[in-house]
């Protein structure tokens, strides 16, 4: 017996397409990737209740309940309800569990809060970001992540966004026993250098890690109170030509990404394959295919990048590339 199932609208309410008939995965979206522990707890109740006891924790720090029947669901958005507004999830409908599948869940690592690398609340700023581009339901991927360890991946999303600092010296409080210098060679990119007894940075060189800061033992160096951030873009997983978001902004502004995120929504809507399979396709086959720099000229549409902002005026990326002639057929 063949099921009628709309998958479109299954995956639109942020449940998944299961291969066991009859059945299907709720798909809660965690921003930033913090979850109460009572939000949690309901998880819990829904996965044992209406699932089938287990719950998948998704690459991209959202989790999944399997095994929900599809009469079932009205029920489940019920209890999502309690966890959409637990979260401050933002969206119209209340009444319909998670909305807008196609932006996937903005993912970021644990930031300040935690990890004392992190030059800043990546959370927070995840969060922020959640409920300016959300609910969409064009294709985009967004991570944040505290520093240039990138534990969060980000260089595999449209845009990647990479806490920054621009480290405060203060020659009084130095004691001259190169413990930045080092490890700024071990950990960083050998930005610092000794010279009389005093640590000169290079700041062409410099990416703002917070390396120095954080092993400084007498905190001649310290965090500026500006948050700056390094933002990649255009990195994608995929079939047809995965590749590595590259550098386009360093020293950036929080209010200029967002700006520049939102702005890159009206660029899809110009500029989308009509034809697109669900109406998804990716930023960056829509970048190669109209242009650089028309995609420039969208996302910096009414953006005042601060004055020490760097800027890459053309962006390369790699990418796959297989020499045909010789392909194994």
């Known amino acids: 017996m063949i099921q009628d199932v709309n998958v479109k609208a299954l995956k639109k309410n942020a449940f998944r397409q299961s291969k066991v008939r009859g059945e299907t995965a709720s798909r809660v979206r965690v921003p930033g990737g913090l979850v109460s522990a009572k939000s949690m707890a309901r998880i819990v109740e829904i996965a044992e ?21 599809l009469e079932d669901m009205p029920k489940v958005n019920a209890l999502l309800q ?25 993912v970021a690592c644990p930031g300040k809060r935690l990890c004392p690398f992190g030059c800043y609340d990546t959370t927070a700023f995840a969060q922020r970001m959640d409920h300016e581009i959300f609910p969409n339901n064009r ?23 990479i806490g920054m600092t621009e480290p405060q010296y203060d020659p009084t409080r130095c004691i ?20 009389n007894d005093k640590v000169v940075r290079d700041e062409e060189r410099c990416i703002g890690c917070g390396v120095c800061v954080v092993y400084c ?33 360093r020293w950036v502004d929080e ?39 028309e995609f420039c000229k969208w996302a910096l549409k009414d953006v005042e990048l601060p004055e020490k902002c760097e800027r890459a005026t053309r962006v390369y990326w790699g990418g796959k590339h297989y020499d045909r002639e010789n392909d194994l057929r």
Request: net charge neutral; proline share 4%; with cysteine.
């Open 139 to 161: 294709h985009v991927k967004v991570a944040f992540t505290g520093c240039s360890n990138d534990c969060a991946h980000v260089a595999l999303n449209d845009f990647g966004i």
């Open 255 to 293: 209010d200029s990404i967002i700006k520049i995120v939102k702005n890159t929504y009206a660029f899809i809507e110009e500029y989308i394959n009509p034809n697109a399979p669900e109406g998804k396709e990716h930023i960056g086959y829509i970048v190669d295919r109209v242009g650089f720099d």
């Open 217 to 249: 033992p007498t905190r001649a160096w310290t965090r500026s109170p500006e948050h700056y951030f390094r933002l990649k873009i255009m990195g994608r997983t995929g079939k047809q030509n995965p590749r590595l978001g590259q550098d386009w902004l």
């Open 176 to 195: 001259g026993c190169g413990q930045c210098v080092n490890w700024c060679q071990r950990r960083s990119v050998s930005a610092l250098k000794l010279v």
């Open 49 to 69: 209740e209406f699932g089938n006891g287990e719950i998948f924790l998704t690459n991209r720090q959202g989790v999944e309940i399997p095994g929900i029947k």
């Open 82 to 106: 309690q966890i959409i507004e637990d979260m401050q999830i933002n969206q119209e409908d209340t009444a319909h569990g998670y909305l807008a599948s196609g932006t996937r869940n903005v």
